[in-house]
């Protein structure tokens, strides 16, 4: 038996805040090798990590199949395709925004075990 489209939605949310980890982390070891853009760099690292726990509290939080968890993951997505494309848009920021378009499209595919959502 396969996953449902909650069980996909909820693991696509885990690898991206996996992934997001490896990325801030990415992000702090640069600074030593251009410490010029230091300050740039654990920027980024930062904002990866808080998007990292937004992303990992959403998995947490659809468990238990609520309105408002459904609403809020939809809104994290939502925003994290919007402001990707307002940013310097290469190869890894297009894979970021279909990363999160899959999880939209699979997390709208089971609204209907979010209390009828």
Known sequence: MGLSAFEWARSLFVVMAA??????IG??????????????????????FTEAGLISLC????RKR?????????????????????????????????LNVVILIVLIAARREFHHA
Do not use: P
């Open 19 to 24: 992934v997001l980890v490896v990325f801030g």
């Open 27 to 48: 992000s702090l070891l640069r600074i030593a090798s251009d410490s010029d853009r230091a300050g740039l760099y654990t920027f980024y690292a930062f904002a990866m």
């Open 59 to 62: 998995a947490w939080w659809l």
């Open 66 to 98: 609520t309105k408002a968890s459904f609403f809020f993951s939809i809104l994290i997505l939502s925003l994290n395709i919007f402001l990707s494309i307002f940013d310097q848009f290469g190869l890894a920021d297009l894979l970021f925004v279909l």
